[in-house]
């Protein structure tokens, strides 16, 4: 049973160039969930997303970025027009079901946005 | 959310028990209190959650006050690939933004040999 898949897991980008990242949930899994760790901090939210809905955004910068999560295929983090300030680790996680205690959130791996 | 307090680090040697605590004095009633790892370059790993009663399962125990304000976790013979950092959160059980994960700096356990 594959976990969360994500890729590519290293990104190079120069500033100005778009960044999609992408993630594929775990089989059976219908939430999706963003996240950004900058260098030396915690994980913080960004995104919420259920197949073809977003569920919630608050976290995602207001500009150049957007996500997505269509009926076939994974979800997509997109970044335009990039600055050095988004480079970091980009996290997926999944999850089966919201609002339940034994819900846990299962990570992928990241993908790692360096900006020149 | 609830707010936690963890260590900012800790040491423990292979084989023995490592205990992790964390405050989390003004925890609610309904919210649990859930640890999650990350082991350096990957992602976060779900270790263990409860609510008021121990929990064990095949990684850890969990072992909260009877109060509820503060946790230990505990894995009981670390090994070297248990060196991570070591998140405790507290969330409410349903509704809300209850999926927002908040991960504070945690803990860095280091296992020495």
């Known amino acids: 049973n594959a976990g969360v898949m994500q890729n590519p897991r290293h990104l190079v980008r120069r500033r100005g160039q778009e960044a999609r990242l992408r993630c594929s949930p775990m089989?059976?899994?219908?939430?999706v969930y963003w996240y950004r760790q900058l260098p030396e901090e915690g994980l913080k939210f960004m995104v919420y997303?259920?197949?073809?809905?977003?569920?919630?955004e608050s976290g995602m910068p207001k500009e150049r970025f957007s996500a997505e999560f269509p009926k076939e295929g994974p979800s997509i983090l997109r970044i335009q027009q990039v600055v050095r300030g988004d480079s970091a680790a980009y996290f997926c996680?999944?999850?089966?079901?919201?609002?339940?205690?034994?819900?846990?959130?299962?990570f992928g791996p990241g993908t790692r946005l360096t900006v020149l | 959310d609830a707010k936690t307090t963890q260590p900012t680090s800790m040491d423990c040697a292979e084989g023995r028990a490592a205990n992790l605590p964390c405050n989390h004095s003004?925890?609610?009633?309904?919210?649990?209190v859930y640890w999650y790892r990350q082991i350096h370059s990957q992602g976060p790993q779900y270790i263990i959650h409860?609510?008021?009663n121990n929990e064990t399962n095949e990684m850890a125990s969990l072992i909260i006050t009877e109060d509820r304000k503060s946790s230990t976790l505990i894995l009981p013979h670390a090994t070297l690939r248990d060196t991570a950092v070591y998140y405790c959160?507290?969330?409410?059980?349903?509704?809300?933004?209850?999926?927002?994960?908040?991960f504070g700096k945690g803990t860095l356990l280091t296992v020495n040999p």
């Open positions: 409860g609510l008021k």
């Open positions: 959160i507290v969330r409410v059980n349903s509704g809300g933004s209850n999926y927002k994960l908040t």
């Open positions: 003004t925890i609610s009633g309904n919210e649990y």
């Open positions: 996680a999944s999850s089966m079901d919201r609002g339940r205690s034994d819900n846990e959130q299962f």
């Open positions: 089989k059976g899994h219908s939430h």
């Open positions: 997303l259920q197949k073809e809905n977003i569920i919630d």
